[in-house]
């Protein structure tokens, strides 16, 4: 991470393109980061961090995470960040940034150890304070 308290990396993993661009913009807008890698699925998120396996600087130190995609999930996608190596899990911390209220979705998520905190959409100003107190 930054030294100056804003991100170097975030990942925003959603298949619905306005709430990638909501998100986009207000990270944007906040100075929270200074890059955004924008995936449009779960598999696609993975890939990209098997991409940089070796190359952790490339890894997001943030992903906001949707739970609610086709084919993989939020859920798979959890279940397959556990196999990835202590260098990147160590980095990359995830937040689930989803509209899903089911409690027990929310449950199994928040049990999961690489996940730092459950933001319901659409991702605000104040919602990445919350995350730059509590978790940088």
Known sequence: MAKNGSIDLVMLVDDNETDNFISKRIIEITGF??????????????DYLRQYQEDVDKVPNLVFLDINMPIVDGFIFLYEFEKFSNKIKDKCKVIILSSSDNKRDIDKI?????????????????ALDEVRENHI
Do not use: Y
């Open 33 to 46: 980061a200074k890059d955004i890698v924008v995936k449009n699925s779960g598999q696609s998120a993975l």
């Open 110 to 126: 928040v049990n999961n150890n690489h996940v730092i905190m459950f933001i319901t959409k659409p991702l605000t100003e104040v």
